[in-house]
């Protein structure tokens, strides 16, 4: 179950938060992953996740300088009762969101991950 993180309500949520690696918005740890949503951070347990995947939303938008083109980089777990989280890694973070998928596919080899067909 995801929630907003509050500090000292979990001890063990507390101690991955503080060891867990930062990935743009996202911090991994071992069994939880934390994602920053306006100036809170939530939180999930990974055991409920069956299925994980990128989302790259690209976005075009006019300045007074001229067009400015970005992606902006997701992940995307899907729990067991086939709930989506889509959590913001950032703007233009592709080195982030590579090492974030990266990561989470080494220390999570039982969930799925790509998009379903």
């Given at each position: ?17 503080a060891?867990?690696?930062?990935y743009g918005k ?16 939530n ?17 075009d ?8 083109n ?47 067909k």
């Open positions: 179950m995801d929630y907003v993180y509050r500090k000292k309500e979990n001890a063990h949520a507390d101690q991955e938060f060891q867990a690696s930062q996202v911090k991994l740890g071992k069994d939880w992953i934390f994602w920053k949503k306006g100036l809170k951070w939180v999930t347990d990974l055991d409920g996740v069956t299925r994980a995947f990128r989302r790259i939303e690209a976005v938008t006019k300045m007074c300088c001229g067009n400015v970005f992606d902006i980089q997701k992940l995307v777990l899907v729990r067991k009762d086939g709930e989506e989280l889509e959590l913001l890694i950032g703007e233009g973070t592709v080195r982030e969101a590579d090492a974030l998928y990266r990561r989470l596919q080494e220390s999570r080899p039982e969930i799925a991950y790509g998009k379903e």
